[in-house]
């Protein structure tokens, strides 16, 4: 099980850790990934200085915005499914 870690900490709620989650959401179900993949949200991963810090197991990415969640899915998450 690959476990995507979203930060809803105040900071990546304001860049829109809402929205990233939402649109990864509809790319596993799209890929047919439901029960491979679990997504779960944290508190403050304390790398939010430009947008949306997200864990894919133990890689840590940030810097995110909502508008990057797909292509993000496609290189950093689906290959390692
Ligand atoms: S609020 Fe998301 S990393 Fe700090």
Same mark, same amino acid.
């Given at each position: =099980?690959?476990?995507i /870690?979203?930060?809803? #900490?105040?900071?990546?709620?304001i860049r #829109?850790?809402?929205?990233?989650?939402q649109t990864?959401?509809?790319c596993? *179900?799209?890929?047919g990934?439901?029960?491979?993949?679990? =997504?779960?949200?944290?508190?403050c =991963?304390? /790398?939010?200085?430009? #947008?949306?810090? *997200?864990?894919?197991d133990?890689?840590?990415f940030?810097?995110?915005? @909502?508008?990057?969640?797909?292509?993000?899915?496609?290189?950093?998450?689906? @290959?390692? *499914?």
């Open positions: =099980m690959l476990v /870690t979203i930060c809803v #900490g105040s900071s990546c709620s #829109g850790s809402d929205d990233f989650a990864l959401q509809q596993i *179900v799209d890929e990934l439901e029960g491979r993949v679990d =997504m779960v949200g944290a508190f =991963m304390e /790398t939010c200085s430009k #947008g949306v810090s *997200v864990k894919v133990e890689r840590t940030s810097g995110l915005c @909502p508008e990057d969640a797909r292509d993000f899915f496609y290189k950093e998450i689906l @290959p390692y *499914v």
